[in-house]
């Protein structure tokens, strides 16, 4: 859906430049066709309220999620990690991010224009799938969000060891060469992925694989825990994590629903996917750990619960109720293996599962997309282009992003590592990076 | 027999350990204690109000040797717990009496 809109950006940014300079020569047909952009308030009020439900998820929900599993004495930098790199994302984000990923100019791979959001007013408005518009500085807002949860994904493979200032340096470097060009491929207009006709409806290859994939070169790259695996680090509030799987689930409506930028049938059908999805994943998970003979964890409903929604976000306006079902179950199931076999079998140590949940599920979301949005299986496509060849694109869609995301990540990494030095000294390891790096404690 | 009490840095403790064991030292005892030296603890920060702890976090460990071995084990404490920084901890000496294994009723040396 997204790319079906961002032709439309371009061409509304065209004719908007276009009818200022008509406005000068020949005022009255220019200013029939401005009256014709005005947001209609219905469609700006739900993406407001959305872009607001994504940042729920940032600021407590992945905050609460990844603090509760980690041990407590990690657990206020793994949550002030978060929400400094989400504050520097979106401070990036209206500085140069929005001109490299949605600007005016612009090749296969990145945009340009529209720095410091340069002739951005509250007059401007962003075009949707219809007619219809809403305003460019709630679409700045909306997009800054996921720009902002993405780099704070990443951090869920790095907590623990990494240092706060490295987590900084690392953040800027990364949105820069590694966030919004996949952005500009994916979802805008001339972008390298959006022309090949991937669907990618709320971000499943720009936030999931993305993150997912940066998560697992960043593990690797930093280097495992002192005492991982040996030694137990079970998360110290299983509580806290459920809470902050609900406020990602709720927050998650904004993150899909909201993809459509309109409050209208399709935003509909996203939202009754992510219902669906999550719940299909989150039961599934528990019956993959009853039968390989374990008991039916919180942390597994938990994790099946956010398996859902990473598998559904691509598909969530691309795929029938009943193919989103499925999807939930096939991704949580895979992720399943994927944090508990693939994870110990390569040894890397990818603390809080970034990688095995967004990664693998992006993954399975991003393909399954591909094969669930025909109307064979219930899916909202028109048939138009065949299973095999959809699949095809969603499949070099996913390879190309995979290579981008891990060679910016190794870059972005070796500069941070040059700059800090990245990772905190044993001791402040062992004593915990609440105390070492923050000077202060969770709990008392 | 000496009886060899190290207080030192808690993100020590497994190396030391490993060391120890690498010399030949068969147990030890090992406790979570609060202290201060010259460091005198740390300070904590919050909304700007500093709070100095006066206690700061190390580990115990307490060792049954023999006369032959108490010199290594101090050489060696000494050399794997530190790191040159404050709070390194320190290490004492004591003369020790006697020793039971209390499965066997072994004393003196063997039982250690």
Known sequence: MIRRFLTGALVTGGSLVAATAAFAQDAAPAAAEAAAAVPNPGNNAWMMISTVLVLMMILPGLALFYGGLTRSKNMLSTMTQIGAAACLAMLIWVMWGYGMAF??????FISWGKFFLAGVTSDSTAATFSDEVISE????????????ITAALVLGATVERIKFSAVMVFTAIWLTIVY????????AGGGLFFEMGALDFAGGTVVHINAGVSALVAAMMLGKRKGYPAEPMPPHSLTLTMVGTGLLWVGWFGFNAGSELEADGTAGLAMINTFVATASAALFWMLTERAVLHKGSTLGFCSGVIAGLVAVTPAAGNVGVFGAIVLGAVASVICFFAVSKLKPMFGYDDALDAFGIHGVGGIIGAIGTGILHDPLF??????????????????????????????????ALTIAKLVTGLRVSPEVEYDGLDIGEHGERAYN | MKYIIAVIKPFKLDEVREALSAIGIAGMTVSEVKGFGRQKGQTEIYRGAEYSTNMLPKVKIEVATSDAL????????????????IGDGKIFVLDLASATRIRTGETGDTAL
């Open chain 1, 103 to 108: 600007g005016p100019e612009g090749n296969a």
């Open chain 1, 137 to 148: 500085y709630v679409f700045i807002s909306f997009q800054m969000t996921f720009a902002a």
């Open chain 2, 70 to 85: 108490a010199p290594q084990v101090v050489e060696t404490i000494e050399q794997v717990a530190r790191t040159e920084a």
């Open chain 1, 180 to 187: 919004f060009p996949i952005a500009h491929m994916v979802w």
């Open chain 1, 378 to 411: 219930g899916g909202p496509g028109d048939g138009s282009v065949g299973i095999g060849a959809q699949t095809l694109v969603q499949v070099q869609a996913v390879g190309m992003t995979i290579v981008w995301a891990a060679i910016g990540t190794v870059i």
